[in-house]
């Protein structure tokens, strides 16, 4: 199988390999290294005239210095890194500490992202990095800049993003390649595998395809010759195997026709030497099929029929030589075992009195004295530890987190110390110490996505990693020796999985301030500096998932919030900071989308939207004033003759046009989408028409002119679709309207809003972008950014550039 490398990694013509650098072997004096390779860089073109070192220095510079034993800030500035070979970087820094406040540590942060052709991409992405960190991004400054960190209250992350399976991922497994790569293997929504090496990130092969739905389970093996595989299940029912050396497909496993799929995979050594496949569903009450991963033959089942559907299983290997199967289902609280040559339960089930719920993580390991332990979660946040030679239970539930645990693995650290690693619905990242039962370090939240899988594996040398899959795709790399060392930050207490919504508000002093949904907080901050000025008091529920702000007829300015799975709109009012009521709508599934109208008379409405359908309220006395209509998602706006009006999104993807007080329409539908519209905003054009911006379950973002009812410029395509839509101006008299677009991807992109074009270069984030908010300053155009945290970025000159000088339109890119 074929390692895909960064593109460009020919030395380019004329460029001789002796350049005047250390050679690949440690000299015997550092500094001499030092002095020779900061002699280089002090001649080197870019610095002077260039944008560019040379392209040997880009691929190559690295190695020297490592090889002299001189890798480090000091020789590999950080102007440098953004022109670095990140796949010959990152192999280096395999040793290295684990992420940390250094620039190469925060380098670490973006090399997913970084592109061999794309300078100022990278660049950005360092400057964003580094503003995270409370580092001053000025050093990596670029020509080709697109995105200046104005301010930036981000929580640092403790780990490294080192791939992303495209379209979401949920399953994953660790393997070693005969040639010694360690990999990581993905299963995805899309209903491929593909494979990643996990010291330089680079897609192993082509991705692996035949299963035609979500691939929801996937498990590695080492076959007796040498070969290593995996098997893969997928809800489509159908279990492949594929040879992980040269992706070829070895056989597919007539399972059956699984009521939901397969939903368990596992793998098992028995005494014979055979290697087994071990497969089940989570509905079924069927026994735990085994299969033989050499011939591909059905083997005896490796379990007896169980009350109902498996939810986790694994197959140690008792101090005896015996290899057992552990099974749970959703039954009950209950671990068994099961002999695998023969099916037979050993002993009876192993019930975890006490506690209620349903055990969904389970993995096994032996302790330092031999004792082979199962490490069991549920779905009321407990850990429990099984010996497995006895069925009791050993020590103290280890609690901690606060909703299911989905998935567990285990791991000896350097020091010689046994540690379990789970993790789960509340997104924390827990570290146990199996002989204490005690956890080793405050949670390390995933902040802006869930865990669906965690594994863990042992780089070069001894650093022992945690590897998470998560829901957005990105394979994360945790270095459990640092976790289980230290704690986090005040962050980590949120577990909503980062800000959700972001509006602005001008208070009567002059002031704007930024409000936002974090968790069930709502929180202002100053849009100059970013300083946290005011946590509004807390009584929201399910997360906040949206909010806006208006001056009511009265002269309050007041904000407007509403949670997930509540009915109720809270009102705050944020000139004289106290509530000012509360909406009782009635969307029993509470409100995802609310704007809010200045209706000709003088008084104000608020539109909601929920549960598919939209209302039309008075702020003041809290009547219902219009409703309920269908829609999934709505905005306002004034067109030029004055009249206000709501744009309502609807789930066969047309636009409506409403009359805000009565919901009347006051023109035909718009045809915009071909599934539902999930995102809207209005905005104005440089030539005064009013238009909506709209997203759709189609993964388009399209435009439309709202007086003359037609379609604005190209479509724009949305690959993975948008989480996040926002339009903001650029400053000069053109008045350049762009669109800004968050995904699950983690990047955020601007286009031309009147012709569909893209503008520039994606910035790269850490996570999912949840909230975007354009706003236009004093001479700068800014973009507020909700995801792990809040940032407020300024759009650089070389967006103006290249929209007026018609430079090439960028694509979007994939990490």
């Known amino acids: 199988m074929r390692s895909h490398h960064g593109e ?394 606060n909703f299911t645990v989905d998935t567990a693995d285990t791991a000896v650290l350097p020091d010689g110390r046994h540690v379990a690693v789970t993790a789960g619905g509340d997104g924390k990242l827990r570290v146990w110490d199996l002989a204490t039962t005690q956890g080793l370090s405050a949670p390390v939240t995933s902040r802006t996505s869930g865990v669906r899988t965690v594994r863990t594996t042992v780089l070069s040398g001894e650093r022992v990693v945690a590897v998470t899959g998560n829901e957005d795709g990105t394979v994360r790399l945790w270095d459990l020796a640092a976790l289980a060392s230290s704690s986090d930050d005040r962050w980590d207490s949120d577990a909503d999985f980062g800000i959700r919504t972001v509006a602005t508000a001008v208070l009567p002093t002059g002031r704007t301030v930024v409000l936002t949904g974090h968790g069930e907080q709502v929180r202002v901050w100053d849009l100059t500096s970013g300083a946290l000025l005011n946590d509004l008091p807390a009584g929201h529920v399910s997360g906040i998932s949206a909010i806006t702000a208006s001056t009511l007829p009265d002269g309050r300015v007041v904000a407007f919030v509403c949670s997930g799975f509540s009915p109720r709109v809270r009102l705050w009012d944020l000139t004289e900071n106290r509530s000012a009521g509360t909406l009782d709508t009635q969307h029993p599934f509470g409100v995802q989308f609310l704007a809010t109208a200045a209706l000709p008379d003088g008084r104000a409405a608020v539109v909601t939207c929920g549960d598919g359908w939209v209302g039309a309220w008075d702020p003041l006395t809290g009547d219902l004033l219009a409703g309920p209509v269908p829609g999934s998602s709505l905005a306002t706006a004034t067109l030029p003759d004055g009249r206000p009006i709501a744009v309502v999104g609807g789930s066969d993807g047309t636009l409506n046009l409403l009359e805000p007080a009565t919901l009347d329409p006051v023109a035909d539908s718009l045809p915009a989408h071909s599934a539902a519209v999930d995102e809207l905003r209005t905005a104005r054009l440089p030539d005064g028409r009013i238009v909506a911006v709209s997203a759709g379950k189609d993964d388009c973002v399209r435009v439309h002119d709202l007086a003359g009812g037609r379609p604005v410029g190209a479509c724009v395509p949305a690959p993975g679709g948008v989480l996040a839509l926002a339009t903001v101006t650029l400053p000069g008299p053109e008045g350049i309207l762009l669109t800004v677009t968050g995904g699950a991807d983690g990047r955020v992109r601007l286009w031309n809003t009147a012709t569909g074009a893209a503008v520039g270069h994606p910035l790269a984030t850490d996570g999912q972008v949840r909230a975007l908010l354009g706003i236009e300053g004093e001479g700068a155009s800014l973009v507020l950014l909700g995801g792990a945290g809040l940032a407020c970025l300024e759009i650089g000159s070389a967006a103006s550039h290249r929209v007026l000088g018609g430079s090439r339109a960028e694509g979007p890119a994939t990490a």
């Open 8 to 401: 460009g990694q020919e030395d380019g013509e004329g460029q001789a390999t002796d350049s005047g650098w250390p050679s690949p072997e440690p000299e015997s004096e550092v500094r001499d290294v030092e002095r020779r390779i900061a002699a280089c860089l002090a001649t080197l073109p870019w610095s002077r005239t260039s944008p560019a070192p040379l392209p040997y220095v880009r691929r190559h510079l690295a190695e020297h210095a490592a090889a002299g034993g001189v890798l480090g800030d000091r020789l590999l500035p950080a102007e440098f890194l953004p022109y670095a070979d990140a796949g010959r970087l990152r192999t280096v820094l395999t040793q290295a500490q684990p992420v940390g406040g250094t620039v190469l540590g925060l380098w670490r942060q973006v090399a997913h992202a970084c592109r061999w052709e794309d300078p100022a991409a990278n660049a950005d992405a360092l400057r964003f990095r580094l503003a995270v960190a409370g580092r001053s991004a000025d050093r990596v400054a670029h020509p080709g800049s697109v995105w200046r960190p104005h301010w930036v209250q981000w929580p640092a992350e403790r780990c490294e993003i080192v791939a992303r399976h495209p379209g979401g991922l949920w399953s994953m497994d660790t393997a070693v390649l005969p040639h010694g790569q360690v990999v990581a293997v993905t299963g995805g929504e899309d209903g491929t595998v593909r494979v990643w090496d996990l010291i330089t990130g680079d897609l192993v092969g082509e991705p692996l395809t035949g299963h035609s739905d979500i691939v929801r389970a996937v498990a590695t093996a080492l076959l007796p010759d040498g070969r290593v595989v995996v098997v893969t299940g997928s809800s489509d029912s159908a279990v492949r195997v594929w040879d992980l050396s040269t992706g070829e497909p070895l056989h597919e496993l007539p399972a059956g026709a699984l009521d939901q799929g397969v939903r368990q995979v596992a793998t098992a050594t028995v005494r014979d030497g055979r290697v087994l496949a071990l497969i089940s569903d989570s509905w079924r009450q069927e026994p735990v099929q085994a299969w033989d991963l050499t011939t591909g033959a059905r083997a005896p089942d490796a379990s007896g029929r169980h009350p109902s559907g498996v939810t986790a299983l694994a197959a140690p290997r008792l101090p005896d030589g015996r290899t057992v199967l552990v099974t749970c289902c959703s039954a009950d609280r209950a671990a068994r075992v099961w002999d695998i040559a023969d099916g037979r339960q050993i002993g009876g089930p192993r019930e975890l009195t006490g506690e209620t719920g349903t055990l969904y993580a389970l993995a096994t390991t032996r302790l330092r004295h031999g004792q082979p332990v199962a490490i069991v979660g549920a779905d009321d946040g407990s850990v429990h530890l099984v010996d497995l030679t006895t069925g009791e239970r050993t020590g103290r539930p280890m609690t901690g987190h």
